[in-house]
């Protein structure tokens, strides 16, 4: 296993473009985390799944922004309608029942 | 929610010396990990420990759960521990929530 991997690492966009993330977690690990970084700050929160059910959304997560983990392997967020203050880095983990989370290497959004 | 307070927020070292990086949260949690995050973006796992104390080669870490805090320790640093570290806790089932870090600097 080569640990959690997300798709694209960087991805460019014009405002008003959809675009969509796809995380890959570690094998066998149930949970799948959600965070989005931006310049100079921690990771914030955005999403949960245990297997396929998301259990909890972050307010920062508005109606532009879904995600969805079918049959609780890997799994996609889906930005519409980007706006300029979308731009960050966007992180995926995944852990095995809450224990220790591991994240991948991240999508770096810009919106132009 | 749980507030996660990290300090000194920049650190400035020559390669060489030692340092300790301080996280305070204020609520009881079940899960706390120290990460450093590379000049690439991805967050490393330094430690997951929810109490006690651990060591991996020049790096160490201590929680005391119940006094709400926890410590790493960084000895002999070298230029390429520059970064930043952030710590992340865990409260029952819920998520991580990350402090805002600290930038640490190693000057040769």
């Known amino acids: 296993d080569t640990g959690v991997s997300q798709d694209p690492r960087h991805k460019i966009t014009k405002r008003g473009q959809n675009v969509t993330f796809r995380c890959d977690p570690i094998?066998?690990?149930?949970?799948l985390y959600w965070y989005r970084q931006t310049l100079g700050q921690g990771p914030e929160f955005l999403t949960y799944?245990?297997?396929?059910?998301?259990?909890?959304k972050s307010r920062l997560l508005s109606d532009r922004f879904s995600a969805e983990r079918p049959k609780g392997s890997f799994s996609t967020l889906e930005i519409q309608r980007t706006e300029q203050g979308d731009s960050a880095m966007y992180l995926c983990?995944?852990?095995?029942?809450?224990?220790?989370?591991?994240f991948g290497q991240g999508t770096r959004l810009t919106v132009v | 929610g749980i507030q996660v307070e990290q300090s000194p927020p920049d650190l400035i070292l020559q390669e060489g010396a030692n340092s300790t990086l301080r996280c305070n949260f204020s609520d009881s949690v079940n899960n706390l990990q120290w990460f450093h995050q590379n000049p690439w973006g991805q967050l490393i796992n330094l430690f997951y420990i929810p109490s006690g104390t651990k060591q991996n080669g020049r790096l160490s870490a201590t929680t005391v759960a119940t006094e709400r805090y926890s410590l790493l320790y960084i000895s002999s640093s070298q230029t390429t521990d520059s970064g930043v570290y952030f710590c992340a806790v865990q409260t029952g089932a819920n998520n991580l929530f990350f402090g805002t870090g600290t930038r640490l600097t190693v000057i040769p």
């Open positions: 799944f245990q297997n396929e059910a998301q259990l909890e």
């Open positions: 094998s066998e690990h149930n949970r």
């Open positions: 983990a995944s852990s095995l029942r809450g224990a220790e989370a591991f």
